[in-house]
């Protein structure tokens, strides 16, 4: 895979899902093993979920 789309990679929250449902799937995993891909999804997910609120107020205003 070329460097530039692996390092794209990390950006999108469908990667650390995938992770986490190997872990889970594939390897019995619990979240101790797979809390920092968690962490990530938490962050993604506040992030979007405050940009949306900025976007939304934006546009009652």
């Not at 070329?2 to 929250?13: D, K, M, N, T, V």
Request: net charge positive; glycine share 8%.
């Amino acid at each position: 895979m070329p460097a530039l789309i692996f390092i794209l990679s990390f950006l999108i929250p469908a990667t650390y899902y995938l992770e986490i449902l190997r872990g889970i799937i594939l390897r019995g995993a619990g979240l101790l093993e797979l809390w920092d891909e968690a962490l990530v999804l938490l962050v993604f997910g506040a992030l979007f979920m405050i940009l949306s609120a900025v976007r939304f107020k934006k546009h009652l205003g």
